[in-house]
């Protein structure tokens, strides 16, 4: 920082803090209402069937039953996000073991229960599509036999069972393979994943006498589920509100319509509040989890480690329906490139359809899966030519004013320093300290997500302000680092300043807490404002202190001209005993990051702004018995472009490296035949603290250009690298190379033994 700062910068306690730790805090699935029935949905027992008959007359007649409803009860209605693809209900056949057949609204959750079991469905089944192999092969069943009548954005690539190709080409591939000197290519493949959430998707729905319905919701996206619910009642956004009070935990699972559409379908069908909420097996089998993926990378190199060309592609198993499909595909591609300067490059991803639940977005949507392929082959290269693997990857990264795989102009480049910083604390010489024991390596970067963001700012008449703002807080406590810029720009205390957040009729508009933007695009929100209000303040105190607007300051909960001050209390109060108050309203709309467009093809996001460099480091042991990984010491160096709050950084870092070990070591959603095998909190294996080690954060600060104070976003890259960094402690370990997630013991054990594939 170019001066001293009082508020930003420092390690200050959360806003929510005290509602969380005391148990007091309001949650989505705590929120109740007077009068209020329960909602369930009935889920289909088939993969792929046509729907015959629905009967629903048994549970109509049951004690306690106010409301059921099918698909003929509700707008024959498609949507969704880049692509309009999925129905409340299954109309005509169902796609996936979990979609929707029909719902129920009685008195007791035991009546609705009792209601699901009455109704009677029957399927005629129809050949299933269960994996990508199966999608993708010639004269494979359509998923979607009129897929291209679905309403899509222009730029996608639609084809078959594929929802979406995105491509980037730069220079000449095949003349970058006939300049290399060894050529490698390897495969990978990752599991479906869970978001992990603490709290399970909830939504209350009540309509007034007016025709309005208010949805009190654990969205992470409140405007988006606005508009969905708009399409999906048929009515004007105007007559739906949707409030966020709050939620526990998020990661990307909360962004689409989850259960919303139901408790306000329901309500208006039963004239009362609907409360909905997932059960667990809910949310394992009809959630919108991480897509699965296959990838397969070809990359060319010298004798001496310079990457002359890469090749890849990578598959997604989106599911049933689109959901964030068509979107991720063209995330990962850049991935695919990596944080390297390769000079020929040709990448596609492709969102394919399957008979199984729409997937969507989870914590840095594609990160994983793509790096994981991307930094495991670094390790696999730098191993058969011999070198250092730091080394390799020092020798390729991008630094300062150099070009991304789209033509963008790379700025703020922390990763050098990231990458020496994280080898340096695990101890990297020593790469094999004993027999078993290993240490492993990984890189990337991130985006932050941009959209617009938009916050009112009053200063109360007792020197207090309040920070009205549309996004939501999903446990990041970005919200408290957006209120740090705002009292360090109006010269308060973080304590002085309430937040107001995500009520679609009370706040401005948000682009929703994703994409690591909240912390940044509603801080930079917020210093427009305090712009404003510093006219307004600096104009009031002109004419109350005799001097020029010119020579004044805030600082000290005052405004101050030499020995003269005036405190913001005393403004405010002047201020609305001549009218209105102090009022601002603050926008920031994240800037276009100009790209090549001649690069990209059916590209969704074709650029990453303002992003985020990082370096994981993990030192593990391997017992050649069991194939079980202990993880001894775990580092992360990322460059947040300035650290905000460090603490909760730290924290949001630690979270991170958490599900990503997850991810590398234990977690897969099981199917088989279309269902799945593992629909429990038992059998789906996430980590604990006692599966955890100590992650030490070395938090590296390169300065955004458009970042408050030069922050970045900070939320989703600690998730990213830690499936490639264990991989490659492991091939170090105890020297064999598993290339799909998880990594099980299993799987290691296995390889030793040289009984299975990798």
Not at 79 to 104: I, M
Not at 243 to 253: D, H, K, L, M, R
Not at 480 to 497: K, R, S, W
Request: hydrophobic content about 45%.
């Amino acid at each position: 920082m170019s001066r001293e700062t009082r508020v930003v910068g420092r390690s200050l306690p959360r806003l929510d803090a005290s509602g969380k730790v005391t148990g007091t805090a309001l949650y989505a699935a705590d929120f109740a209402l007077p009068g209020m029935l329960h909602g369930k949905v009935l889920r289909s027992r088939e993969a792929h069937a046509r729907l015959v008959r629905i009967d629903s007359s048994r549970a109509r007649a049951l004690p306690g039953v106010r409301a059921v409803i099918t698909a003929a009860d509700v707008p024959d209605v498609r949507y969704g996000g880049a692509l309009k693809d999925e129905t409340v209900f299954a109309r005509d056949k169902v796609r996936y073991v979990g979609q929707p057949v029909a719902a129920v609204a009685a008195t007791t959750r035991e009546a609705a229960a009792a209601a699901l079991a009455a109704i009677d469905v029957a399927y005629e089944p129809l050949p299933a599509v269960l994996d990508l192999e199966a999608a993708l092969a010639p004269g494979a069943p359509l998923i979607h036999e009129a897929w291209q009548t679905y309403t899509a954005i222009p730029l996608l690539h639609r084809e078959g069972n594929v929802c979406n190709r995105a491509r980037i080409a730069v220079g000449d591939v095949e003349r970058g393979f006939a300049e290399a000197d060894r050529i490698f290519e390897h495969r990978f493949r990752t599991a479906m994943v869970h978001q992990g959430y603490t709290e399970p998707r909830a939504a209350v729905a009540s309509w007034d006498s007016s025709g309005q319905v208010t949805v009190w919701s654990n969205t992470q996206l409140p405007f988006e589920i606005q508009n969905t619910l708009a399409e999906i009642l048929a009515l004007p956004p105007s007559k739906i509100r949707v409030i966020v009070p709050g939620i526990g935990g998020g990661f990307g699972g909360k962004l689409r319509v989850g259960v919303e559409h139901f408790a306000a379908l329901l309500a208006r069908r039963a004239g009362r509040p609907v409360k909905v909420v997932t059960t667990s097996e809910e949310e394992l089998t009809a959630a919108y989890p991480r897509q699965g993926t296959r990838v397969e990378l070809k990359t060319g190199v010298t004798r001496d480690g310079r990457i002359t060309a890469k090749e890849g592609r990578i598959w997604f198993d989106t599911g049933a329906f689109a959901g964030s499909g068509p979107g991720v595909a063209s995330v990962a591609t850049l991935v695919l490139a990596g944080p390297y300067r390769i000079p020929n490059l040709l990448l596609e991803g492709y969102a394919v359809y399957t008979n199984k639940t729409n997937c969507g977005s989870f914590r840095a949507p594609s990160g994983p899966q793509s790096n994981f392929a991307v930094e495991s082959q670094m390790d696999m290269i730098a191993d058969a030519l011999g070198l250092d693997p730091l080394d390799f990857r020092l020798k390729n990264i991008v630094h300062e004013g150099d070009e991304g795989p789209t033509g963008q102009v790379l700025e703020a480049v922390g990763l050098e320093e990231c990458l020496r910083r994280a080898a340096a604390a695990i101890g990297w010489a020593d790469r094999r300290p004993a027999p078993g024991r290993g240490k492993g390596l990984a890189c990337g970067w991130w985006t932050t997500t941009g959209g617009s963001s938009g916050v009112y700012v009053k200063i109360n008449p007792d020197g207090t302000v309040a920070l009205n703002t549309g996004a939501a807080e999903i446990g990041t406590a970005a919200l408290t680092g957006a209120a740090q810029v705002l009292a360090e720009d109006l010269g308060v205390d973080l304590a002085d300043i309430s937040v107001v957040s995500a009520d679609t009729f009370a706040t401005p508009f948000d682009f929703g807490a994703q994409g690591s933007r909240t912390a940044f695009a509603v801080g930079n929100a917020c210093r427009a404002a305090v712009a404003d209000l510093r006219r307004q303040l600096f104009a009031l105190a002109a004419a109350q202190l005799g001097v020029d607007a010119e020579a004044l300051e805030l600082r000290d909960k005052a405004v101050v001209a030499g020995d003269k001050r005036i405190a913001l209390a005393e403004l405010a109060r002047l201020s609305q005993a001549s009218g209105g108050g102090l009022i601002a309203h603050g926008t920031f709309i994240a800037p276009p990051t100009p790209y090549d467009a001649k690069r990209v093809e059916a590209h969704v996001y074709p650029a990453f702004h303002s992003p985020s460099f990082h370096a994981h480091a993990v030192d593990l042991s391997v017992d050649r018995e069991t194939g079980e990984v202990t993880v001894h010491r775990y580092v992360v160096a990322q460059d947040v472009g300035f650290a905000m709050n460090p603490t909760y950084i730290e924290g949001q870092i630690e979270g991170g490296v958490a599900q990503g070990l997850g991810q590398a070591l234990s977690e897969e959603i099981v199917y088989e035949n279309g269902r799945v095998l593992n629909p429990n909190l038992t059998d789906y294996k996430m980590p604990t603290t006692l599966d955890l080690p100590r992650v030490e954060s070395i938090l590296v600060e390169h300065p955004s250009l458009v970042g408050p104070y030069g922050a970045k976003g900070v939320g989703e890259p600690p998730s990213i690298e830690p499936p490639a960094a264990v991989a490659n402690a492991v091939a170090a370990a105890v020297g064999v190379r598993v290339t799909t997630l998880p990594i099980t013991a299993e799987k290691i054990a296995l390889a030793l033994a040289g009984e299975g594939a990798a």
